[in-house]
């Protein structure tokens, strides 16, 4: 039987991860190894110059589980070399609270999740929602929702596998099972923020910064994760690794000599 990992970077005990775990632990046997605590918006850092520790604790269900020291793709390289007594066939993340779309990807520690496994030859699913707070339908319908999915792209993925070096990331809609208008393949939309850090200063006087800001800020386009979740479709976003653009190389050559 396959094994899958189910991590996160939201902490082991976040209930988007039960939620998750639930839904796929009838396809293969479920390892889970996450953050300790929330690193959200951390992207890929690894560590590299001090020890990690890894120990079990036991989710909401009674059932068992694993924390990490480290970062959300910590735990994948951790989880990829064995440290749990058995390497995943596939690895998934999530079900994150806050969308991942569009500039998301390269800040997100549940893409990271996905990204390092894919570094390290697993195949790899992210999947990620609405905060809870901002839901307007009940959290739970929405998580159903996504194990539903999940438990479908999982299935997939596990009989067809991944291309080589491409992982998928996938964004649900704030809305019950029966509320949405279907699947999306889509590419990576537009979305910003409005960064203005407010200063402050502390009880010696010295300044400090909150990063505050608005957003995101999104463009609803045909075709991109942001315009298909916006109109109620879930999107499924393939992401390769090779970031290269190809449509600049020749001009490049023509711009730069020795």
């Known amino acids: 039987m396959s094994t899958i990992l189910i991590t996160n970077d939201d902490g082991t005990h976040d209930p988007g991860l039960l939620a998750l775990k639930r839904a796929v632990e009838k396809l293969a046997d479920v390892i889970v190894l996450a953050p300790e605590r929330n ?22 269900d009674g059932t068992p589980a694993h924390t ?5 793709a910590d735990c994948v390289r951790l989880a990829a070399g064995g440290v749990l007594g058995v390497k995943p066939d ?3 993340s999530g079900i994150n609270a806050g969308h991942n779309m569009g500039v998301d990807i390269y800040y997100s520690g549940t893409v ?40 479908t792209l999982v299935s997939n993925v596990l009989q067809n596998g991944l291309p080589r070096q491409t992982l998928l990331n996938v964004n649900l809609p704030d809305l019950p099972y029966e509320q949405l208008k279907g699947l ?21 006087g010295q300044a400090y910064y909150w990063p505050m800001g608005d957003g995101p800020f ?41």
């Not at 990490?68 to 959300?72: A, F, K, L, T």
């Not at 697993?122 to 999940?150: D, N």
Request: aromatic share 6%.
């Open 39 to 60: 690193r959200s918006a951390v992207s890929h850092q690894i560590t590299m110059h001090k020890p990690l520790r890894v120990k079990p604790v036991v989710l909401a």
């Open 68 to 72: 990490c020291s480290g970062s959300p």
């Open 90 to 92: 596939l690895v998934i």
């Open 112 to 151: 990271a999740c996905a990204r390092e496994a894919t570094i390290n030859g697993l195949p790899a699913i992210a999947f990620s929602s609405v905060y809870p707070h901002r839901a307007t339908a009940p959290i739970e319908e929405i998580w159903a929702a996504c194990g539903k999915i999940a438990a």
């Open 184 to 204: 999306k393949i889509t590419r990576i939309g537009s979305r910003s923020y409005k960064l203005e850090p407010e200063q402050r200063a502390d009880p010696f």
């Open 218 to 258: 999104d463009d609803h386009d045909e075709g991109t994760d942001v315009g298909a979740v916006a109109h109620g479709y879930v999107s499924i976003t393939p992401i390769t690794l090779d970031a290269t653009n190809y449509d600049f190389m020749d001009e490049l050559s023509q711009r730069v000599h020795m």
